[in-house]
């Protein structure tokens, strides 16, 4: 037990880490993407599997769609992935009371459209407009330095598209990503 709760805070303190280098690297401008054609619904699925087992544990009901359709987005794979990573762990910390996480993707002529949806308490009103801001984390005790969103942000940005984060109307909270189809 005591090793388990060691290996989490291990994990959790490198993920820190990271997200402290990633921020520092994008506000110098020396974060640098590693730019290829790749298929986003891919590395999505990839990142949903990643996090499919945990969330059964935590009792979270997953649903997913991802078209069997080829989404090519021109960028950096592995900083897609980074994100889809962030904004799935976000649903199931902060969404957990819903017991419910939907990820869908949709396409047309040029546009990949990613949204992620939990059915949890949602965020604040006055809070929402900050949420993306570096360091900031409102009135959660959750865990998290408050860069993850930001750095999201950034690397959306940077593919040449947007990062949204609403509440959703019934309850929860909807993050929606846009990147240009190539």
């Given at each position: 037990?005591?090793?388990?709760?060691?290996?989490?805070?291990s994990r959790?303190?490198t993920?820190?880490?990271?997200e402290?280098l990633d921020?520092?690297?994008?506000e110098?401008g020396?974060m640098?993407?590693?730019?290829?054609l790749f298929?986003?619904?891919?590395?999505l699925?990839?990142?949903?599997?990643m996090?499919?087992n945990?969330?059964?544990?935590?009792?979270i009901?997953?649903e997913?769609?991802?078209?069997?359709?080829m989404?090519?987005?021109?960028g950096?794979r592995h900083?897609?992935?980074?994100?889809f990573l962030?904004?799935?762990?976000?649903?199931?910390?902060?969404?957990?009371?819903?017991?419910?996480?939907?990820?869908?993707?949709?396409r047309?002529s040029?546009?990949v459209?990613i949204?992620?949806?939990?059915?949890?308490?949602?965020?604040?009103e006055d809070e929402?407009p900050?949420?993306?801001?570096k360091?900031?984390?409102?009135?959660?005790?959750?865990?998290?330095?408050?860069i993850?969103?930001?750095v999201?942000?950034?690397?959306?940005r940077?593919?040449?598209?947007?990062?949204?984060?609403a509440?959703?109307?019934?309850g929860?909270?909807?993050?929606?990503?846009?990147?240009?189809m190539?």
């Open positions: 037990m005591g090793l388990g709760i060691i290996q989490k805070e959790r303190l993920q820190m880490v990271e402290l921020f520092t690297r994008l110098s020396r640098k993407l590693n730019m290829e298929d986003v619904g891919a590395e699925y990839e990142a949903v599997y996090y499919e945990m969330l059964e544990k935590e009792n009901q997953l997913y769609d991802i078209p069997d359709q989404c090519p987005v021109n950096d900083r897609m992935k980074q994100v962030n904004i799935i762990d976000n649903a199931a910390k902060y969404g957990k009371s819903g017991g419910r996480i939907r990820i869908t993707l949709s047309d040029y546009t459209m949204e992620v949806r939990d059915w949890g308490v949602g965020i604040k929402l900050f949420v993306k801001e360091f900031y984390k409102g009135s959660s005790k959750a865990r998290g330095s408050g993850g969103l930001a999201c942000d950034e690397i959306v940077l593919h040449g598209g947007t990062f949204d984060i509440n959703a109307e019934g929860g909270a909807v993050v929606t990503i846009s990147l240009p190539s």
